[in-house]
């Protein structure tokens, strides 16, 4: 048996980890092949896109001036607007409504809490297995990435892909956390899950119609997506400032959720 709950969590989903890395990698390599056709009728492809009513072009984070018929410009739209947060929430929240909740569901959070180990203390080591499998797929999305742009002459800077790939992670941690807290709040995996992705989704719409909806702008900065994507790492790097705010988001959910499962009678 696996010494820590770290261990055991990195452990048991191994192989849905290996799934998900080699799904990454296949797809943004496939995502990369597309690039040159895309260059080849970029103008074309803006043309259309300028048709757009200003709403979509939002919520797409087209950014005026970045051409698609770049890497950077083509990857921003297509991948890391809204496609790669997406995967790593998916994953991120599956994995923190399954760490505390799916162990209370199954009946073996028992068995795992009559060890000398604390309530905090399986929070954490949960959390830091959900962060550091997060952080791999993020390292291979990086990696395809940057051969995909080597493969096909896409001129990406090796750092603010680094940049854009590391905000993507913070982001779903951010959702992760708060599916982690809720399951360990609640003991039930689905509530956990279903709360997470509506937050993800509210986020994302606060962020992204606030430029159109006017009453939407005052509470924009209250959403995680904006720390996210407002900076476009991808075109200019990484903002430490919101970097840090998504940490922090993370960190105070998880507290948060380990100051009530202190509290609260377990259902096994």
């Known amino acids: 048996m696996l010494r820590s709950v770290f261990g055991a969590a990195l452990w048991s989903r191994r192989r849905n980890l290996a799934w998900w890395v080699g799904g990454s990698f296949a797809y943004l390599l496939f995502l990369g092949s597309a690039f040159p056709t895309l260059q080849e009728n970029a103008a074309r492809f803006e043309e259309m896109f300028e048709s757009y009513p200003e709403a979509l072009r939002v919520m797409f984070n087209m950014v005026e001036g970045v051409s698609m018929g770049t890497g950077p410009g083509f990857l921003h739209m297509e991948l890391f607007s809204l496609v790669l947060p997406l995967l790593l929430i998916i994953y991120a929240a599956g994995f923190g409504a399954r760490a505390i909740a799916g162990e209370e569901e199954e009946g073996t959070l028992d068995l795992l809490l009559s060890s000398p180990i604390t309530r905090r203390r399986v929070l954490a080591e949960q959390f830091g297995a959900m962060a550091v499998s997060t952080f791999m797929i993020g390292l291979v999305t990086w990696a395809a990435i940057v051969l995909a742009g080597l493969a096909f002459d896409m001129g990406l800077s090796t750092g603010r892909v680094a940049a854009a790939t590391f905000s993507a992670v913070l982001i779903a941690l951010v959702f992760g956390s708060l599916a982690l ?26 962020f992204s119609l606030a ?16 720390y996210y994507a407002d900076s476009a790492p991808l075109l200019n790097g990484l903002e430490w400032a919101h970097a840090g705010v998504l940490a922090a988001i993370s960190v105070g959910l998880v507290l948060a959720g380990g100051l009530v499962l202190e509290r609260r009678d377990l259902g096994v």
């Open 181 to 206: 807290s809720l399951g360990a709040a609640t003991g039930r995996r689905g509530p956990a899950l279903g709360v997470a992705g509506a937050a993800a989704l509210a986020a994302y719409l606060v």
């Open 211 to 226: 430029e159109v909806l006017s009453w939407l702008g005052t509470i924009q900065k209250a959403s995680p997506w904006y």
